[in-house]
């Protein structure tokens, strides 16, 4: 059985932003998931570079059953290794959708969270 590795860190941060793949992005993902679908006896797995320069292994088996893309599935899968001071705009952005009509408590529990993620790193 033969193994296949793919750095997925560019996919992986640009999926951590943005809600919607575009471009180098969709074909990227669009590749590793014929790769997985169509190489039954070759496991893939992607390699990620954290901030700190630690790489870590992701075993993309995942995308074979992934109709559509769901990036919250795919960021559950890729990066629970991967650590970031900051919390993800599109974490971020999910969380403060209960504030949408409420600009004031909408900005508050923004400085909240950016508090927080200052002063406890990665606890978010």
Do not use: C
């Amino acid at each position: 059985m033969s193994t296949i590795y793919f750095d997925i860190t560019d996919l992986v941060h640009f999926v951590r932003r943005n809600s919607r793949i575009t471009g180098i992005q969709r074909v990227e993902l669009n590749i590793l998931r014929e790769i997985t679908t169509q190489q039954s006896n070759t496991k893939v797995f992607g390699v990620l570079r954290s901030p700190d320069a630690k790489y870590f292994e992701v075993n993309l088996e995942f995308l074979r059953s992934m109709g559509t893309f769901v990036p919250e599935t795919f960021i559950r899968h890729t990066s629970t290794d991967l650590s970031a001071r900051w919390p993800d705009k599109m974490v971020l952005r999910h969380h403060l959708d209960s504030y949408k009509n409420k600009k004031f408590l909408r900005i508050i529990q923004k400085i909240w969270i950016y508090t927080q993620a200052l002063l406890h790193p990665n606890a978010l």
